[in-house]
């Protein structure tokens, strides 16, 4: 299971400034790995551990090739379907189903929202996201990362759920 290091996760504050995620308690979420910079939400939900994942036009994070390299939630929509996963109607929790939630906010009032982060439903319901630089965590709702940092989920994704036989490309 992403992020989890054996037995139970503990809450705990994280190392992440509270004003970033207004709507995070103590009872909504807990951490669940300890902070790294090796990787970022985005490629963690779509299960990596050893690289960043992001459209830079620099070339600098990783990207999918034939994807288009531009900071749109089409392109995440398009990069997250070569790991299999479509758009769905809602995050609810169904049986067999893997969902990804891919958020974003609103910079300029005429654009459409640049997507800011992407968090993985577990088959718990619950909800993992790495938040930024700093530590993975588990959380429930979805919607507990909505702020001035992340925005709001602005669709979700979903795949059949991956088992040890199941592989995607990369």
């Known amino acids: 299971m992403h992020g989890w290091h054996g ?24 951490v669940t790995s300890p902070a790294t910079r090796r990787y970022n939400c985005t490629a963690w939900a779509a299960g990596e551990t050893t690289r960043k994942w992001w459209p830079d036009r ?8 034939g994807v288009q390299r531009a900071e749109t939630i089409e392109a995440f929509v398009e990069a997250y379907g070569t790991l299999g996963f479509r758009l769905c109607f809602d995050g609810s929790l169904e049986s067999g189903v893997e969902k990804l939630a891919i958020f974003g906010r609103v910079v300029q009032p005429d654009k459409p929202p640049i997507p800011t982060h992407a968090a993985l439903q577990l088959d718990s319901g619950q909800w993992t996201s790495k938040l930024g630089d700093f530590e993975d965590i588990s959380h ?30 990369r």
Request: proline share 15%; with cysteine; net charge neutral.
């Open 58 to 65: 620099r070339n600098i994070g990783w990207w999918p090739v």
């Open 140 to 169: 429930a709702p979805v919607d507990a990362l909505n702020g001035p940092v992340y925005g709001k989920v602005i669709c979700y994704l979903s795949r059949p759920r991956q088992d040890a036989t199941t592989s995607y490309p």
């Open 7 to 30: 037995g139970t996760p503990k809450a705990m504050a994280g190392s992440w400034p509270p004003s970033d995620f207004p709507e995070l308690t103590q009872d909504n979420h807990a």
